[in-house]
């Protein structure tokens, strides 16, 4: 079982950068595949990315496409959610959450969560 913790979250202008880190803990973090959330008011928690255990495979929620990286370093058991170009829609609580075997977009899929960053991106 491993347990996360996020950060990196901000305030941040329209156009700018920030990186999400999830730190975990547990001998077995590459047995996981990681997933990364947002959460607006009043709206449901929605996919953003995800990358396999290996860290090879990711996938990504189209509206983030050519703008957000996911990475992960197994050996210092990180994850990272690079955020360019910022928009106001991207306004949200972030988490990040894990789970053992593929990458799945459904948050029902996920059994452990982060207690979640939040990014707001506003002038």
């Known amino acids: 079982q491993v347990q996360l913790v996020e950060s990196g979250g901000g305030l941040v202008q329209p156009g700018g950068t920030l990186r999400l880190v999830c730190a975990a803990s547990g001998r077995t973090f590459s047995s996981y595949a990681l997933g990364w959330f947002r959460q607006a008011p009043g709206e449901a928690r929605q996919f953003v990315a995800a990358?396999?255990?290996?860290?090879?495979?990711?996938d990504y929620v189209d509206s983030v496409k050519g703008r957000f990286t996911i990475s992960r370093d197994n050996a210092q058991n990180l994850a990272y959610l690079q955020m360019n170009s910022l928009k106001p829609e991207d306004t949200a609580v972030y988490y990040c959450a894990a789970r053992p075997g593929l990458t799945r977009r459904r948050p029902e899929e996920y059994g452990t969560w982060g207690q979640g960053t939040q990014v707001t991106v506003s002038s």
């Open positions: 990358i396999s255990r290996s860290g090879g495979p990711t």
